[in-house]
Nanobody, 125 residues
């Protein structure tokens, strides 16, 4: 069992930065692929970034590549999403997700079995 708690969302002006955190409880964090997804009003939940537990690679949606950075701190059981050069179209509820014991980096939200409650990110002047 993994419980995820996100924090760090808020209101930011275009071009600004935010760092989201996702604290995980449970013993499977070290063997879980961790992902960030987002969902804007009236839209489907979409992949943002992910990092697997087995090789340290980082994977990004084209829309955020070069602006967002995912990282994980195994000592703190926490995964981060650093978001720079934010745009109004980045406005959404951001969710942290985990999938344990998988040698893969899924982009589909249905392949993750643990989710946080979400944190709102609003980019507006």
């Amino acid at each position: 069992q993994v419980q995820l708690v996100e924090s760090g969302g808020g209101l930011v002006q275009p071009g600004g930065s935010l760092r989201l955190s996702c604290a995980a409880s449970g013993r499977t964090f070290s063997s879980s692929t961790m992902g960030w997804f987002r969902q804007a009003p009236g839209k489907e939940r979409e992949f943002v970034a992910a990092t697997p537990w087995y090789d340290g690679s980082k994977h990004y949606a084209d829309s955020v590549k070069g602006r967002f950075t995912i990282s994980r701190d195994s000592a703190k059981n926490t995964v981060y999403l650093q978001m720079n050069s934010l745009k109004p179209e980045d406005t959404a509820v951001y969710y942290c997700a985990a999938r344990a014991g998988l040698y893969d980096v899924p982009y589909q939200p249905t392949r993750y079995n643990y989710w946080g409650q979400g944190t709102q990110v609003t980019v507006s002047s």
